[in-house]
């Protein structure tokens, strides 16, 4: 019985393992040549794991894609866990804490627009490949989320007297959460009209971020 419970937890070690070494060789293939040019077979060969076995663990490559895209995201999350707990950010006033906030959109521009533009083609795949709502819950769950802090900003700020209170905060978190992570992967894409001008990128993003303060400040 405990030889079998051994060889059990052995297997499992194993899958894990493998999987987590599949993800981390796609994410990689991914972010750089995107995922339309990657084959099952190119991770397969990279990442040492048989193209049979991802095919077992994963089922299909939107699901691996999937599973890759939630993975790259909780690393982005990573990035940013316990940086705005800081004795520096919570002296701040709140509005000024939902400025800093605001800019990060700012930070994953200009650092990570590699991602960026992995999301917007993942936008597109999801579409094409008809993957189901159900399908994507783990990867919604995984998405960067300000909100929480964004909320703690704002209370804060309503004591302070340096925000004003509006009907839904929610309502304008989402609001401008869409409107910047569009506007960051619209930026990294291809410059489709003379007014896609990239050099405005950022000045376009705080113009955004200045109107989304100025709406909340007292």
Known sequence: MGNEIYSDLSRKSLKLQRTDRAVITASQLFLKHGIEEIKMTDIA?????????LYRYFGTKPHMVT?????????????????????????????????????????LYEAH????RLLGEFDNYIVREQIPKEELVKYEQAIINFYPVLVRAYEKGLKDGTVRRIESFKLFYLTYAHALLELCKKFVGREILPSDNRAYAVKELQILIDSGVSYLRA
């Open 45 to 53: 060969d990279a990442s040492g794991v048989g193209v049979a076995t």
């Open 67 to 107: 599973e890759v895209m939630t993975y790259l995201w909780e690393e982005i999350n990573e990035l940013f866990a316990g940086v705005f707990d800081t004795r520096e950010f919570m002296q701040q006033p709140g509005i000024k804490q939902i400025n800093d906030l605001m800019r990060m959109f700012i930070v």
């Open 113 to 116: 627009s590699d991602f960026m």
